[in-house]
């Protein structure tokens, strides 16, 4: 677990830990800290703020050094791995977390099961689940009493589930994807299965399809009534992604309906990619659902973006771009959610493209994906999928293996950073999972492999020089990264996390 998002500190109930995790989240993002910002980011007094971090030493040991300076503390980790396992194990006793992860296995139990198995009364259990309702509105679901369980639209829940689980941070409570369900990704990977979906992770893809197999196998199954989303069936490339259902068969003994099929195709389908051009417009052709689409493209260009070097090319990619919103709003528009650190992280990064993306998609976001979407949301993934395309289109092609996990479109955002600022000097690469093994580190040379996924350093990554960002990078990760290619470099420069006008 790198920095814990604010998307699970609001799922947490002990103050004390959650005042812990925000400490160790600033020390995260710059070592030096004084107690003045401490306190202010925590929402507590100095004497607080001294007391937390005389009982985080003792906790953390040998994990992290934790000096005194003049105003405040300055923080060293002494084995990153040791630091993320000790980490994790301060949500061990989380209530919400057990409760979720309770539902997702479809374990439904009164509140007074809960209150009893939880030793907490079933007043607080209520009290907690009205907090966390404010972090399920935005998908269109609602924590129940009695029993205990997540309702509303199945496909949101599932959103949810994917959000709480793969985007967040990994915790003694997250659900890992089961053996037979990565098996399925490799016996998929011979039949060339993800030449058709190059832009879907492997952690993507086993939780994905993970979530969809649990909550079919328990009984919460999908309804899409979206005469648009119906029509995908008559595709042959849905034909063909149906091949997924005899390994599904065979390892789980169950068929999954047409319906189930069609969710798992929409979902992996709409990962779309900024270096393929060609595949990108045959996507266009085959899913823009309205000429709408284009209209709003070409108001973008003219309105926002204006000095495209290439307008036939970038309309293209935005028509993708906007078509996928669409079709992720007919699934549900839970599907275009993006957790708070997401677009918390865009909206102080890149301020002035966010509030012009606003007032585009306040004034445009209806016609391009139906009105579901708040403008807000469109806003955020615009802001990603630009900047990225501006680096990888809009300046020179440049040419160190990254293994990326996440949200989408946070990854190519990675993926284009990369290409700008290290392409030049050093040959950079983007594997899945599925692809880095031994062969391919062999057959490319790979000196250093850099994630964003925790996970990998214990499993895939244990015997590779390779090096660990946080899920959403910041310039300390960057300035590792360079400092790993060349020590000289940060001598002489090093990047800051400033925002960009």
């Known amino acids: 677990m790198t920095e814990m998002k604010d998307f699970q500190l609001r799922f947490m109930t002990n103050k004390e830990t959650i005042r812990w995790l925000k400490i160790l ?6 070592a030096n800290r004084s107690t003045k910002e401490l306190a202010q980011l925590t929402s507590s007094t100095t004497r607080t703020i001294v007391a937390d971090i005389t009982a985080i030493r003792e906790v953390f040991a ?56 939880l030793h907490i009364s079933e007043s607080s259990l209520i009290r907690y689940f009205k907090h966390v309702q404010k972090e399920l509105s935005p998908y269109g679901i609602a924590l129940t009493v009695n029993p205990v369980d997540l309702i509303g639209d199945e496909a949101a829940i599932r959103c949810f589930f994917h959000d709480f689980y793969y985007e967040s941070e990994i915790t003694p409570h997250t659900i890992q994807p089961s053996l037979a369900v990565q098996q399925l990704a490799f016996d998929l990977k011979k039949e060339h299965f993800f030449s058709t979906y190059p832009n879907i992770s492997l952690g993507d893809f086993t939780y994905t399809v993970y979530i969809t197999l649990e909550r079919y196998l328990n009984g919460c199954k999908i309804n899409l009534t979206s005469s648009y989303l119906q029509r995908m069936t008559t595709q042959d490339s849905f034909r063909s ?71 036939q090319r970038d309309q293209m990619f935005i028509r993708s771009f906007f078509t996928m919103l669409f ?58 999928y630009m900047d990225a395309l501006k680096e990888i289109h809009w300046g020179q092609f440049q040419r160190i293996a990254f293994l990326l996990e996440g949200n989408a479109i946070v990854c190519q955002n990675i993926q284009a950073t990369a290409i700008k600022y290290l392409g030049r000097f050093q040959n950079v690469y983007f594997p899945n999972a599925i692809a880095l093994d031994q062969a391919y580190i062999d057959r490319h040379q790979i000196d250093l492999v850099v994630t964003n996924y925790s996970e990998y350093m214990n499993d895939l990554l244990k015997n590779q020089r390779a090096l660990l960002f946080q899920t959403i990078p910041d310039a300390n990760d960057w300035n590792r990264l360079l400092r790993e290619i060349n020590t000289r470099i940060v001598k002489e420069f090093s990047l800051k996390d400033t925002p960009i006008s």
């Open 62 to 117: 040998d994990k992290l050094l934790i000096e005194a300076t003049s105003v405040g503390y300055m923080t060293t980790k002494q084995s990153h791995l040791d630091y993320i396992d000790q980490k994790r194990t301060l949500l061990a006793d989380e209530p919400l977390f057990k409760v979720l992860e309770g539902i997702f296995y479809h374990e439904i139990k009164s509140l007074g099961e809960w209150a009893e198995q």
């Open 327 to 384: 079709i992720r709003e007919s699934l549900t528009p839970a599907a275009n959610q993006t957790i708070r650190d997401v677009h918390e992280t865009v909206a102080a990064k890149f301020p002035a493209q966010f509030a012009q993306y606003l007032a585009f998609f306040d004034r445009y976001g209806a016609s391009i994906t139906g009105g579901k979407t708040s403008a807000e949301n469109c806003t955020v993934l615009m802001v990603l």
């Open 241 to 311: 992604f149906q091949k997924i259902n005899p390994l599904i068969e065979e390892k789980f003994e169950t068929v999954l309906p047409e319906t189930e099929i069609l969710f798992l195709y929409i979902l992996l389908m709409s990962r779309r990619s900024l270096t393929d051009e060609a595949g990108e417009a045959l996507f266009v052709a085959e899913n823009q659902p309205t000429e709408s689409i284009t209209t709003a493209a070409d108001r973008f260009l003219s309105e926002v973006e204006t000095q495209s070097p290439n307008k």
């Open 25 to 30: 989240n600033a020390f995260e993002r710059s």
